[in-house]
């Protein structure tokens, strides 16, 4: 008896274990299947009205086919209701939430910066994909998105865009450095390194957690009430990231500097479309969902900005006085266009520009490229810091726009923009700004360039992870 007792346990611990390996490899092929969204009809519903702010991963960073990104996928381009569209990709690469926080008012109720005219202002469904980059305004994105969307799902997306954010730790101490970068372990091994990657059985791989980035992320969920969800899936505490590493690689494009590729694009949206869909059920049907939103009262309405950004259509900006010369187009694919400065204008007015502000007292922010493109010359310099003026009431206010031209993204196409508060208590006036670069190096000169000014309501405030925006200093 106590034999068939033991034999009993011992079956009873096997069929367990045999559970939990059948169910855990469930979940895996679950993951991992192939879904293709059909090419008639989105992921999601048509009724369901999407917004999505974020970057690299939003916009399609490395896709030769843009609308293979997962914001195209969850929702139709194609896809018309009676009143316009529904759903809306706000991403950019260059742009960090600062930007939207900011001119969250005219992004929405005009399109600028967006996905052209808006004609639908109600969103059932905002994701926010910044997560790095949390620093630079994202919880007062949030919040004013809170305010403007009571009733509206608002998800904070965890996406790991390349596969080189993965580590591995080193095996010995012939360096201080003590774990090394995807990257670089690949290029280590550049003749095969698929195979030393399935060979490297005792290496010590792991995905950083990012532990302030993800603390404050699920502190900006709370305070809005939204949802984290971290892509792709994993545990942090997994003691088998080589494998995992292993998996993703095939989702991630190895020529286009690892970014996620459509079959990446592809997981996400579906990951997505899950969890929303989830969401919606727990609390009824999608018509039920989607009046909760049609219920909402905006109490973010004091919030008003005007943001002129000619960086999307060129010079058919409503600045005044500002002289064509000053234009150009430095990304013809894109239709991306700047105004340039160089240090060398033989007077003071031909760097000038004039703004109009038609409403109540507002900050004045301006939007620049902080550092020179890929495509500029090597060797040429982009400004260290840019010195200038506004002039109110006959007197000049001066500042200084300090720039950070260490990173020069020459390794791919790609360049950052940020936004920098100028003067506050700007009164409806018509007002000349002055800007000159300023070159520690004495070789080929970049201009500078700006793409867009802001008047806005909104201060900038400093928040528990940062300010909202870089501060130009007085002189």
């Known amino acids: 008896m106590k034999k068939e007792g033991k034999t009993g346990r011992q079956l009873l611990f096997f069929l367990v274990i045999f559970s939990r390996y059948f169910s855990s490899k469930a979940q895996q092929e679950r993951l991992l299947a192939p879904i293709t969204p059909p090419s008639s009809s989105p992921l999601l519903d048509p009724k369901l009205r999407v917004a999505v702010f974020g ?35 706000y991403a950019h690469s ?52 809170r305010l403007k969307y009571p009733n509206a799902m608002i998800i904070f997306l965890k996406t790991n865009a390349a596969a080189p954010r993965f580590f591995r730790r080193r095996d010995d101490d012939s360096t201080s450095r003590k774990q090394q970068s995807f990257v670089d372990w690949r290029r280590e091994h550049s003749d ?98 989607i009046q909760q939103s049609n219920d909402l009262t905006d109490t973010d309405k004091h919030n008003r900005d005007f943001c002129d950004w000619w960086f999307y259509h060129g010079p058919n900006s409503t600045i005044m006085n500002r002289g064509n010369r000053l234009f150009k187009e430095v990304d013809a694919h894109n239709h991306h266009w700047v105004m340039e400065f160089n240090d060398n204008y033989e007077t003071v007015d031909m760097g000038s520009f004039f703004v109009a502000n038609r409403g109540e007292s507002k900050f004045l922010y301006l939007s620049y490229m902080r550092t020179k493109l890929a495509s500029d010359d090597e060797e040429a310099s982009y400004p260290d810091i840019v010195v200038g003026g506004i002039y109110r009431n006959a007197s000049p206010v001066s500042f200084e726009i300090k720039l950070n031209t260490t990173d020069t993204h ?17 009164l409806p006036s018509v007002y000349p700004i002055t800007l000159k670069p300023i070159y520690s190096k004495e070789t080929k000169k970049v201009p500078f360039r700006l793409v867009g000014y802001i008047f806005s309501d909104t201060p900038p405030m400093e928040y528990a992870f940062g300010p909202l925006h870089a501060i130009a200093a007085n002189k």
């Not at 005219?117 to 969103?123: G, K, L, M, N, R």
């Not at 080589?242 to 590729?261: A, K, P, Q, S």
């Not at 997981?267 to 969401?279: D, G, S, V, W, Y």
């Not at 791919?412 to 940020?418: D, G, L, S, T, V």
């Open 55 to 89: 970057g690299t991963a939003a916009c399609g960073g490395g896709l030769a086919d843009k609308s293979a990104a997962y914001p195209h996928l969850l929702f139709n381009d194609e896809h018309d209701s009676e009143n316009g569209k529904n759903s809306h990709d």
């Open 94 to 145: 260059s742009m960090g939430p600062n930007h939207y926080a900011t001119c969250l008012d005219s992004i929405i109720t005009n399109g600028e910066g967006g996905g052209g005219e808006v004609e639908h202002t109600i969103y059932d469904i905002i994701i926010l994909d910044y997560w790095l980059r949390f620093r630079e305004g994202l919880d007062l994105l949030a919040h004013r998105l």
């Open 192 to 289: 095969d390194w698929r195979t030393a990657l399935e060979n490297d059985v005792d290496g010590d791989w792991f995905l950083p957690q990012h532990k302030e980035a993800h603390d404050a992320i699920q502190r900006m969920s709370e305070e809005v009430n939204g949802s984290v969800y971290d892509f792709p899936p994993h545990d942090y505490n997994s003691t088998d990231e080589r494998n995992l590493l292993l998996t993703y690689l095939d989702w991630y494009d190895e020529v286009r500097h690892f970014h996620l590729n459509e079959i990446g694009q592809n997981r996400l949206a579906t990951f997505l479309k899950n969890h929303i869909q989830q969401q919606i059920d727990n609390n009824g049907s999608v018509d039920e969902f």
């Open 410 to 426: 020459h390794d791919h196409e790609a360049f950052e923009i940020m936004t920098t508060l100028i003067a506050t208590d700007i």
